[in-house]
C-alpha cells in the first residue's frame, strides 16, 4: 500500500514560506516518490483485501456483507526497534456516518486552521527564526539563552522534539544546537545557519505531507457521501415501485405478473450478493429481504438478523412480519406487506436522515 502522490495549495504555501528554492528538486523527487507502509497486522491486512470496497476506485474504505465499514488509517510505530515505520492500520466504524466524521476529522485537522496544519506551521515559523536571527549578527549571551529558549518551545509546541519520527526530533535537536556556541564556546553564526539550513528538506517534506493527506481524504469523503446519495436514491425508487406495484399502476396492471420484476429488483438492490450496504442502510435492506423472504422460521431468524441489527431490533422484526411472503394467503395479502415496505423505507430514511444531517434533516 503506498500514500498517494500530489499536493494541495496549503502544502506549497508551506513549501515556499520555507525557501524550497533552497533545495530544488525536493518537491519533484517527494511526488515521484511513494511512502513505504507496512501492515501493523498481517493476518487482518490481508482479510481487508477480502472485503468488498464501498466504491471501486477506492481502496481504503471497505465494507463488509453485513454493513460494516473498514477504514484504512496509516499510524506510525512507536516500538523502539521500528520507531516512526508507517503501519498500515484498519479501524472498524460502527457505520458509515461514524466513517464519514472520522474522515472529516483529520481533513479539520490538517486543512489551514486545523491543529495539525497549524504545527506544521509553527515548525515553518521556528525554522525561519532560526535562521534569519542568525544573519543579523552576533547575539549577546543574553540574547543567545532566550534565543534558545524559543526555539526549544517552538520546536516542543510543534511537536518535533516529542515526536515518533525520528527525523522530527533530530530536526528540533538540530535547529536547538544552531542556536548554542560551538564546540570551542564561540559564537559562530555562520555555522548555526548550516545547522539549520541542512534541516529545511526534512521541514518541507513534512509540508507536504499535509498535501498527500488532504488529497487522500477529500477524496475519501467525496466517495463516502456520493455512495450514501446513491443508495438512499435506489431506496426511494424502491419505495415508489413498492407503492405501484401494491396499486397495480406497474406494467400490465396484473399484480401476479409483475411481481417476480419486483422481486429480482429487491434481490439485484438488496442482496450482500450484488451489491454493498453500508450500517445503517444494510439494516434497512435486511428488514426488507426478511419481509419478501419467502418462508420465516421465528426460531433461527433472529439470529440472522441480528448480525445486521441489533438483538431486540431483529426480535421485532421478526414479530411485525411473522409469516414469509410465499406463506401469505392471497394476493391481497402480498400487496399488503409490499405497501408495508414501501413505508418501512420511507420510515426507515427519515431515521438515516437524522442519522447522516442530524437537525438540517428535521
Known amino acids: 500500500m503506498t500514500a498517494e502522490n500530489g499536493q494541495s495549495r496549503k502544502s506549497v504555501g508551506i513549501e515556499t514560506s ?24 498481517l493476518a487482518e491486512s490481508e482479510e481487508a483485501r477480502k472485503v468488498f470496497r464501498l466504491y471501486s476506485g477506492e481502496p481504503s474504505v471497505l465494507c463488509d456483507k453485513y454493513g460494516n465499514p473498514w477504514m484504512d488509517v496509516v499510524v506510525p510505530c512507536k516500538r523502539l526497534e521500528d ?11 460502527k457505520d458509515i456516518f461514524t466513517t464519514r466524521d472520522s474522515i472529516t476529522h483529520i481533513i479539520e485537522a490538517y486543512s489551514r486552521d486545523g491543529i495539525q496544519y497549524k504545527k506544521r506551521a509553527l515548525a515553518v515559523r521556528t525554522m525561519n527564526n532560526v535562521v534569519g536571527r542568525l ?38 535537536e538540530d535547529l536547538i ?53 446513491w443508495i438512499e436514491q435506489d431506496f426511494e425508487n424502491l419505495a415508489r415501485f413498492s407503492e405501484d406495484l401494491a396499486g397495480n399502476k406497474i406494467g400490465t396492471g396484473d399484480f401476479v405478473a409483475e411481481l417476480p420484476k419486483y422481486r429480482s429488483t429487491v434481490n439485484r438492490l438488496l442482496s450482500p450478493a450484488n451489491s454493498v450496504l453500508p450500517k445503517p442502510y444494510s439494516e434497512l435492506g435486511a428488514k426488507i429481504r426478511y419481509a419478501m423472504h419467502p ?68
Open 135 to 172: 544573519q543579523e549578527g552576533p547575539l549577546t549571551d543574553e540574547e543567545r539563552v532566550e534565543f534558545r529558549e524559543q526555539t526549544i518551545k517552538g520546536m516542543v509546541d510543534s511537536g518535533y522534539l516529542s515526536s515518533v519520527y525520528p527525523e522530527r526530533v533530530e530536526t528540533a
Open 83 to 93: 520507531v516512526g515505520q508507517l503501519l498500515e492500520v484498519w479501524n472498524h466504524p
Open 177 to 229: 544546537r544552531a542556536t548554542e556556541k560551538d564546540s570551542l564556546g564561540r559564537s559562530n553564526n555562520s555555522r548555526g545557519r548550516v545547522i539549520a539550513d541542512n534541516r529545511r528538506p526534512q521541514v518541507i517534506m513534512d509540508g507536504l505531507v499535509i498535501g498527500r493527506i488532504l488529497k487522500k481524504n477529500r477524496r475519501r469523503l467525496s466517495v463516502v457521501e456520493a455512495v450514501c446519495d
Open 295 to 362: 418462508k420465516h422460521r421465528p426460531l433461527f431468524d433472529p439470529d440472522i438478523l441480528s448480525r445486521y441489527m441489533k438483538p431486540f431490533v431483529a426480535l421485532d422484526v421478526r414479530d411485525q412480519f411473522t409469516a414469509g411472503f410465499d406463506e401469505l394467503d392471497d394476493p391481497s395479502q402480498q400487496k399488503a406487506r409490499i405497501f408495508e415496505i414501501s413505508e418501512l423505507i420511507k420510515d426507515g430514511l427519515a431515521s438515516i436522515a437524522q442519522q447522516r444531517f442530524g437537525e438540517e434533516a428535521a
Open 18 to 41: 520555507i525557501g524550497g528554492r533552497r533545495h530544488p528538486g525536493i518537491v519533484e523527487d517527494f511526488n515521484a516518490t511513494s511512502l513505504e507502509v507496512k501492515p501493523k497486522d
